[in-house]
T-cell receptor
Framework: SQQGEEDPQALSIQEGENATMNCSYKTSINNLQWYRQNSGRGLVHLILIRSNEREKHSGRLRVTLDTSKKSSSLLITASRAADTASYFCATKNTGFQKLVFGTGTRLLVSP | NAGVTQTPKFQVLKTGQSMTLQCAQDMNHEYMSWYRQDPGMGLRLIHYSVGAGITDQGEVPNGYNVSRSTTEDFPLRLLSAAPSQTSVYFC????????????????FGDGTRLSIL
C-alpha cells in the first residue's frame, strides 16, 4: 500500500505564481524526500528533509515537515513553465529502510 | 558518469514470453531497486538489492526475478509475461542502504515502457 498521499492530484497555475503541494504519510519516518518527474523521464531528487528538521530551502523550493501531523509541504516560488512536471513525496520509514512513494501531484505551469 | 542506464527504452511482448530488463549504474552504489509505475498508483517496489549477491522482495514481486552478480548491474526478469505487467519500469540506485546512511537520495534511470499483448 502507498505510504505517502499527495494533495492535490493536479494543480494548474500561471507563471510567476507559487505552487504548494502537500504530502501525508502514516508511520514514523527517518526522512521525507521530494522528487520531480518530467514527462517520459525518470524521477529526479529535489530535496530531503530529516525527521528532526522542520523546514528546508533549496533555491526556489521550500519544504516543511510536521511530524506530529505526519505531513509535509513543497512550495515552489515564482514558478516557471519548466516546472511543469509530476512531483512525488517519498518516505524512508524507521525500521523499514525502503523508500515508499506517494501517487504524485501533476503540476502545469502556463506561460 | 552516465548515472543509471536502462535498456531497452520500449518493448512489446506477447503473453507468455520472457525477457530481461537491463539496469546498470556507474556510481559504485550499493543499493539498487526496481519499481513499476502505473497510472494513479505511484511507484511500487518490485525487488531490491543492498549489495552484490543480496536481493530481496519488495511490495509486488510476483512474476519477476532479479539477481545481483556485480555492483554495477541489476537485471529484472519477467518469467512469463502477462498483460497485468504492462507498465513503466524504473531502476534506481543509491549510495548506501544501512541505517547510518539512510539519508541518501535515489538516482533513477529513464525507464522501460513495456506493453504485453
Amino acid at each position: 500500500s502507498q505510504q505517502g498521499e499527495e494533495d492535490p492530484q493536479a494543480l494548474s497555475i500561471q507563471e510567476g505564481e507559487n505552487a504548494t503541494m502537500n504530502c501525508s504519510y502514516k508511520t514514523s519516518i527517518n526522512n521525507l524526500q521530494w522528487y520531480r518527474q518530467n514527462s517520459g523521464r525518470g524521477l529526479v531528487h529535489l530535496i530531503l528533509i530529516r525527521s528532526n528538521e522542520r523546514e528546508k530551502h533549496s533555491g526556489r523550493l521550500r519544504v516543511t515537515l510536521d511530524t506530529s501531523k505526519k505531513s509535509s509541504s513543497l512550495l515552489i516560488t515564482a514558478s516557471r513553465a519548466a516546472d511543469t512536471a509530476s512531483y512525488f513525496c517519498a518516505t524512508k520509514n524507521t525500521g523499514f529502510q525502503k523508500l515508499v512513494f506517494g501517487t504524485g501531484t501533476r503540476l502545469l505551469v502556463s506561460p | 558518469n552516465a548515472g543509471v542506464t536502462q535498456t531497452p527504452k520500449f518493448q512489446v511482448l506477447k503473453t507468455g514470453q520472457s525477457m530481461t530488463l537491463q539496469c546498470a549504474q556507474d556510481m559504485n552504489h550499493e543499493y539498487m531497486s526496481w519499481y513499476r509505475q502505473d497510472p494513479g498508483m505511484g511507484l511500487r517496489l518490485i525487488h531490491y538489492s543492498v549489495g552484490a549477491g543480496i536481493t530481496d522482495q519488495g511490495e509486488v514481486p510476483n512474476g519477476y526475478n532479479v539477481s545481483r552478480s556485480t555492483t554495477e548491474d541489476f537485471p529484472l526478469r519477467l518469467l512469463s509475461a502477462a498483460p497485468s505487467q504492462t507498465s513503466v519500469y524504473f531502476c534506481a540506485s543509491s549510495l548506501s542502504y544501512n541505517t547510518r546512511n539512510s539519508n541518501q537520495p535515489q538516482h533513477f534511470g529513464d525507464g522501460t515502457r513495456l506493453s504485453i499483448l
